[in-house]
């Protein structure tokens, strides 16, 4: 009964270094997605996966790839981390519901810290 | 521009004390209205989905309902465990096909006191 599993659940990166972060679903979800959370400001989407072998961009891609290894996990990539993006990451998956809309359900989230 | 907007901030209510919170939205193609709880350093949790104007939704002592423009999650005699923040999300259609983005209001904080 894991759902939607992120890790690490907390990182801190200096500035230019390079990490990915990794999630995974069991819950046999096409779409998967990326968001950041900051205070203030709401969950904004960074990428997405609407089915396996497919990725778009989100409201706010800059400085960030993703990768569809495969149904169950979708990582995201900062090639050189900035300040900027000091955030929470979460990871989420979705199926369209009985009504068509997509009712997401999220990971536990990974604090990043960009000193 | 498609866009949702949560009212208040921030609540603070006494154990018992019943409110309501507010989620107003503007888009072009309602696929659908959510509503999450989250609470410090964890995930938004699924709480409701929401698809017509009139619709209602109900688990123990939270209420959603939705009109054309705005949803309202009405909490009945609150116990200071539903303190946490309450997150709305609306499904936007995509005219062009492909993915229907989901669009995050800010949220509310709700703190319950005994």
């Known amino acids: 009964n894991a759902g939607v599993t992120q890790t690490p659940k907390f990182q801190v990166l200096k500035t230019g270094q390079s990490m990915t972060l990794q999630c995974a679903q069991d819950?046999?979800?096409?779409?998967m997605y990326w968001y950041r959370q900051d205070p203030g400001m709401g969950l904004r989407l960074i990428y997405y996966?609407?089915?396996?072998?497919?990725?778009d961009k989100g409201e706010v891609p800059n400085g960030y790839n993703v990768s569809r290894l495969n149904k169950r996990e979708f990582s995201l990539r900062l090639e050189s981390a900035a300040p900027s993006q000091t955030s929470v990451y979460f990871c989420?998956?979705?199926?369209?519901?009985?009504?068509?809309?997509?009712?997401?359900?999220f990971g536990q989230g990974t604090r990043l810290t960009v000193v | 521009e498609d866009q949702v907007t949560q009212s208040p901030e921030a609540l603070r209510l006494q154990e018992g004390e019943s409110s309501s919170l507010n989620c107003s939205y503007t888009v072009s193609g309602l696929r659908g209205l959510f509503w999450y709880r989250q609470d410090p350093g964890k995930g938004p949790e699924f709480l409701f989905t929401l698809y017509s104007a009139g619709e209602e939704k109900e688990k123990e002592r939270l209420k959603a309902t939705l009109t054309k423009k705005e949803s309202f999650l009405h909490i009945t005699a609150p116990k200071p465990e539903d303190s946490a923040t309450y997150l709305c999300?609306?499904?936007?259609?995509?005219?062009?096909?492909?993915?229907?983005?989901?669009?995050f209001g800010a949220g509310t904080r709700l703190a319950v006191h005994p």
């Open positions: 989420a998956s979705s199926e369209p519901g009985v009504g068509g809309g997509s009712e997401a359900f």
């Open positions: 999300a609306v499904q936007a259609r995509n005219r062009g096909g492909g993915y229907n983005k989901l669009i």
């Open positions: 819950m046999n979800h096409n779409s």
């Open positions: 996966s609407a089915s396996e072998g497919t990725t």
